[in-house]
Nanobody, 123 residues
């Protein structure tokens, strides 16, 4: 089991910045990957960014086209924390942002989710 706690959400004007944090309850070096998803009202949850967190994985990251060049996912394995730096925010970035962790246990992938943090971008 992994418990995930997000923080850093809030309300910001368009063009502003926020940094989200996701703290895991145990070492993320034993977790395959961690990512950020978001869900806006009336829409499906979508992937924002994901980063490999396993030991020796190299920290490769992937960002959705809609956030490339504006958002950056990063990790700090020593703190068991993953971050999402969000710059040049737009009103369409308004959503609940969820942290996700995926690990392989006995050949099966398990996914864990945080409780979500609200990000609101005003125009």
């Amino acid at each position: 089991q992994v418990q995930l706690v997000e923080s850093g959400g809030g309300t910001v004007q368009a063009g502003g910045s926020l940094r989200l944090s996701c703290a895991a309850s145990r070492s993320i070096s034993s977790i395959n990957d961690m990512g950020w998803y978001r869900q806006a009202p009336g829409k499906e949850r979508e992937l924002v960014a994901v980063i490999l967190t396993g030991a020796g994985a190299g920290g490769r990251a992937l960002h959705a086209d809609s956030v490339k060049g504006r958002f950056t996912i990063s990790r700090d394995n020593a703190k068991n924390t993953v971050y999402l730096q969000m710059n040049t925010l737009k009103p369409e970035d308004t959503a609940v942002y969820y942290c996700n962790a995926g690990e392989t246990v006995d050949g099966s992938v398990r996914n864990y989710w945080g409780q979500g943090t609200q990000v609101t971008v005003s125009s």
